[in-house]
């Protein structure tokens, strides 16, 4: 039987791959590429606390179904907005669009 | 008596004695809604009310004298358990009053119809003179001092609007503010002294005040200091020193509200209110003396004052000041009838005296130096012997009117004060006496000396020439021009000489002259002081003194005394005129400057008033708003601080927040050492 | 019936303003006559209840209680209902408001928002005077202060953005120093109660507060907290010095009939709410702070007095009377005598009008001479008699002379000031003649005002100035009618005010 513990570390290390990208990257496609990555982590944490957690249980698998299919929503409506944005703005550099600041 | 016959017929006109006073009313908001319709008419719808009141008022008189005293009262206010009424009341004094009042004012409306009559506003000033009579009569029939309070309120707020009746002249403004804001200190010393007394007997009534008075409800300090208070309310009224300043200036608005108002009635409200209040006074001998000095210090300050001056109006004013510091002098010294019955006498010669100043001003194209006068005797001959006789009433010549009630005033003087008050009397009614013959003299023997009537002289004080002279200053002189019509002297016919006015400007001259002739005998002591008996009746006012005969011939001589320095001054020039000027002229220029009491006051109050003032409004933007605009500003600039590191990089955000949830989380192991 | 005049009478504005949003912008005559009509069917709706108001009764009449929140032991209510207190400025805020809006019909700019916001402000003065609710007095009083911020800061003069924040700033403040002493108020009794049965109701609290079984909640440092915390949110309100520098600013910015609105009914709010909330809830705390209150309303008089007397510009000038008349209120309050609490009413209600008077007097100067500096002015009786007639009289009445309404007041202020207990303000005969020179400052800066303004020679530019407008006529004619009614005649609002005040005075006097 393998740890849990490897699992969480696995899930950690992706997470933090995942927030390193969100918050450095400029282009906007690796930002939202970056998001998935963190949202696949959680799922591995649900999965396997789902097979060998404390109180194991099928809801984490579930969950997982769930958020794999929001995630997917989540992507097509990101990138729509992307395209809207590249047409109208000619650029999807994080740092262009700061026009809701102060 | 007539009395008898209306009491059989059961009229009972004192129950309409309230309509005395609602007839100016009525022509008041008559002439106020219609006037500028009506134009010339006013003066007879004036004349036609107040002629009413008249008749009400003799009416009223007679039914008082051998009668009742008669109250009649309404609910006003409810004020906590009090309740404070408002109504209406004839007493001996007040009957007495309502003739006075009625009659002056009557024979000044009269007057100012011919005096007024090429003044574009006529209408406005008998509306005035309307509400001013309603004022005046409604203080006089007050039954309680509240109602008495807001009348009197009323006929400042008259005095105010007729001194600055001719509203365009600078002078007339000034002096409106001044007469109105000066009386207002005595006011709110009156106010005072009647809350106090409302507070400690739980109404404004006379009567119950003169019972609280009688059962010791009120502690002997509490009444000195409310009778204090309540004469401070009649100084600024009856022009006492040190609050007078403002009568002579009064003498801005036109020559019939001189009359009426500052020589005859309002001004005498004063004397008025302390006879009303008459038994709290007799409580206190310290109240008492204060009376009795404040009105002698002020007969002496206010002839000397006379003494000096030039110009006719001022003259008389100073004359009108000096006799009612007689009448407080007289009340003063426990005389209630003799200052009363001075307050009677001297209404119908000062009116008389200020009429006739008003037709000689009138005759000589408004002009009111008595230098540039003389030798109007042979011209206006009514108006000269109509003066003479209200000169010789005033200066206390035996038989007349001033004569009878200064023998009085000098009897009680000289019976309740002391020495030294009966000796600044005798030197006032010397003074009085000569102040009065050198302005006879000087305006009606000798040469007239005005010259050609249509060139005013630059030296002449002259409305016309001071209007003009702002005007050309303000607007240009076309606009001054157009302006001319509004004075009432105007005349078109060039004529060098003056002559004597119209009959509707003698006919009330002569009425009031027979007044000042006969109104002393109905005190008189071989009548039986008739007067004496009417007023004092069921009132507790304490005997009143009688001098002996030789008093009478003391006060005669002094008169005649006075008379006869002005007669080798000016008419004979015996005495050279600069005779006094010129040996002391340093207190001869005390007394033109008004004993530098005005300069004083600026210096004293109204500078220093306006400096902190201007002080505080300083300190009002700088520190009490600057203490604001600096918190608002405080937060305003970090808020700017702060948001210049919002740059609207959503990456920065995300950092702060895992930093941030960092710190939270390490936080968290440090102080609980793990989540649990 | 009453009582449910009072829900129409409160809500009848905010409907008005819903059926204005309706009117195309463009009839502008519709929407005016539309706000007359609803704030006249206010002023009828007023009327009514005061000529069915029960003068006998002390207490509170008419009221309704319908509950609006229920969360446990956290119970609001819409509790409403009117007593000798806010009888009369139910009737001074319809009445002034009516009269406002007359004075308003000059307004060309965005005429449709102005009488919304119009119509919601006098909904929310409506609904302040009505509420016995904390809670409901709370959102009432804010209420208010919105549609005042626009009014300012839409129809403002030059620096109106400048005036209306500082407005909304103050009392923004004030109304956060008053929530929260009414959160504390209300956990304070709550405690007291062991959160039994508790409300935001003042009438409920005031029983509370004054049942003695309670003393270790209620101690004398947490009541004296509590009533300071009340003082200051009122005092910003009414204003009193040092929290008054926003009404001068606010004042000289606002177009006249806000103006009229803001000295004649806002400000009233502030002494409304101190004798209600304050006096009301914590009457002992009152009577220990008598001597602060009634300095601080001698501070207001004299203060105010000196300011306006240096002012330049006209309407400061009266603005700063504002603060000094509101002076006497506070001073009839703090004497805690029958005569000076109704002073202190009477003075609310009589100022309510002469200020709208004297506010709509120099908005037609303005409107006509194109300026506002007393030194530029003067002479205008010549040109504008019956203007200046107005002007003046509204003067006189402001120096309180008699026969017109400010007079009454300003008697019975001093009456109760001076028969003020020497055991509750030591040096009332002190204050009462410091007060006495007010009186005289007064008089002072109002005819040198007059003085320099109506009369003396006029300016060739001023010749031929159109004098007052037949619509001028109902604004000016009534509030004078009104001053001088209640000058004259006060026995109508003296009957009125006497049992509440009895009451009220009864409570300290035990």
Known sequence: ?102 | ?676 | MMANMLIWLVFLPLIGAILLFTIPKENVNVIRSLATIVSGMALILTVIIWGGFDRGVSGIQNGTTLPWFDLGFLQINFEIGIDGLSMPLLLLTTLVTTLSIFASFSIEKRVKEFYIWTLILLSGMLGVFVALDMFLFFLFFELTLVPMFFLIGIWGGKMRSYASFKFLLYTGIGSGIMFMTFLAIFTKGAEAMNFQGTSFSMIRLAEIFANPANPEVLSEGVKAALFLGLLVAFAIKLPVFPFHTWLPNAHVEAPTAVSMILAGILLKMGGYGLIRAGFGILPDQAAKFATLIAILGLINIIYGALLALVQTDLKALVAYSSISHMGIVLLGIASFTHSGMQGAVFQLVSHGFISALLFFMVGAMYERTKTRTISEMGGLSKSVPILAGFMLAAAMASIGLPGLSGFVSELLAFIGIFGASADLIPAAMTIGIIAGIGIILTAAYLLWAMQRTTFGPIKEKFMNLPDARPMEYVPMVGLLALSLILGVYPHILSDVINTTVIDIVSRIGG
């Open chain 2, 1 to 676: 008596m007539c009395h008898g016959i209306l009491k059989e017929k059961g009229v009972g006109m004192m129950h309409y004695a309230w309509l005395i006073p609602v007839f100016p009313l009525i022509t008041f908001l008559i002439l106020l809604v219609a006037g500028r319709v009506l134009k010339e008419k006013v003066a007879y719808i004036g004349i036609a009310g107040l002629a009413l009141s008249f008749l009400l008022s003799v009416l009223v008189l007679l039914e008082r004298i051998g009668g009742e005293t008669y109250t009649y009262v309404l609910n006003w206010m409810t004020v906590g358990e009090n309740v404070v009424t408002m109504g209406y009341e004839v007493t001996a004094l007040n009957a007495m009053m309502l003739i006075v009042v009625t009659l002056v004012s009557l024979v000044v409306h009269i007057f100012s119809k011919e005096y007024m009559k090429e003044d574009d506003r006529i209408h406005v000033f008998f509306a005035y003179l309307g509400l001013f009579s309603f004022s005046m009569l409604g203080l006089v029939l007050a039954p309680n001092i509240l109602q008495l309070f807001i009348f009197w309120e009323l006929v400042g707020l008259c005095s105010f609007l007729l001194v600055g009746f001719w509203y365009f002249k600078p002078e007339a403004a000034a002096a409106a503010k001044k007469a109105f804001l000066i009386t207002r200190i005595g006011d709110v010393g009156l106010l005072i002294g009647l809350v106090l007394l409302f507070n400690r007997v739980g109404s404004f009534n006379y009567a119950e005040i003169y019972t609280a008075v009688e059962m010791d409800q009120l502690s002997a300090p509490m009444i000195t200091t409310i009778a204090l208070l309540i004469f401070l309310g009649a100084v600024g009224k009856s022009a006492q020193f040190p609050l007078h300043v403002w009568l002579p200036d009064a003498m801005e608005g036109p020559t019939p509200v001189s009359a009426l108002i500052h020589a005859a009635t309002m001004v005498a409200a004063g004397v008025y209110l302390i006879g009303v209040m008459y038994p709290l006074f007799l409580a206190s001998s310290t109240a008492m003396t204060v009376v009795a000095y404040t009105g002698a210090l002020t007969a002496l300050f206010a002839a000397t004052m006379a003494l000096v001056n030039n110009d006719i109006k001022r003259i008389l004013a100073y004359s009108t000041i000096s006799q009612l510091g007689f009448m407080i002098l007289a009340l003063g010294t426990a005389g209630y009838v003799a200052g009363l019955f001075h307050l009677m006498t001297h209404a119908f010669f000062k009116a008389l005296l200020f009429l006739g100043a008003g037709s000689v001003i009138f005759a000589v194209h408004h002009r009111q130096d008595i230098r540039d006068m003389g030798g109007l005797w042979g011209k206006m001959k009514v108006t000269s012997v109509t003066f003479l006789i209200g000169s010789l009433a005033i200066a206390g010549i035996f038989p007349l009117a001033g004569f009878w009630s200064k023998e009085e005033i000098l009897a009680s003087t000289l019976i309740n004060g002391d020495g030294f008050l009966f000796l600044i009397a005798l030197v006032t009614a010397f003074l009085t006496a000569f102040y009065m013959f050198r302005l006879f003299f000087k305006t009606f023997t000798g040469e007239f000396k005005g010259g050609d009537l249509n060139d005013p002289t630059e030296e002449t004080f002259n409305e016309q020439a001071a209007w003009e002279a702002t005007q050309s200053a303000e607007v240009g002189l076309d606009a001054g021009y157009e302006e001319r019509k509004v004075y009432p002297n105007h005349q078109e016919v060039p004529e060098n000489e003056p002559r004597e006015n119209a009959g509707l400007m003698t006919f009330p001259l002569m009425v009031l002259a027979v007044l000042a002739v006969i109104a002393g005998f109905i005190n008189a002591p071989f009548l039986g002081h008739q007067l004496e008996a009417f007023l004092t009746a069921g009132l507790n006012v304490g005997t009143q003194p009688h001098g002996a005969l030789w008093l009478a011939f003391l006060s005669v001589a002094v008169a005649v005394a006075g008379i006869s320095l002005a007669w080798a001054m000016y008419v004979k020039g015996f005495i050279r005129e600069d005779f006094f000027s010129s040996k002391a002229p340093s207190i001869h220029k005390l007394f033109q400057n008004n004993y530098y009491l005005d300069d004083i006051y600026l210096a004293v109050f109204v500078r220093p008033t306006k400096e902190i003032s201007l002080l505080l409004w300083e300190m009002d933007k700088t520190i009490v708003d600057g203490v604001i605009t600096l918190i608002g500003s405080l937060t305003s600039r970090s808020g700017k601080a702060m948001g210049k590191h919002q740059d609207g990089q959503l990456q920065t955000y995300g950092l702060v927040t895992v930093f941030g949830g960092m710190v939270v989380i390490g936080l968290a192991f440090a102080v609980r050492g793990y989540f649990g």
């Open chain 1, 1 to 102: 039987m393998v740890s849990i513990t490897l699992f969480l570390a696995l899930a950690a290390i992706l997470f933090c791959i995942g927030l390193y990208g969100v918050l450095t990257r400029r282009h906007l496609v690796i930002v939202l590429a970056s998001i998935e990555l963190m949202l696949n982590a959680v799922n591995i944490n649900l999965v396997a606390f789902s097979a060998i957690g404390p109180f194991a249980n099928i809801t984490g698998q579930v969950f997982t179904l769930f958020v794999i299919t929001v995630a997917a929503a989540e992507a097509a409506v990101a990138l729509a907005i992307l395209i809207a944005l590249y047409r109208n703005r000619n650029s999807i550099d994080v740092l262009k669009h700061d026009l809701l600041r102060w």
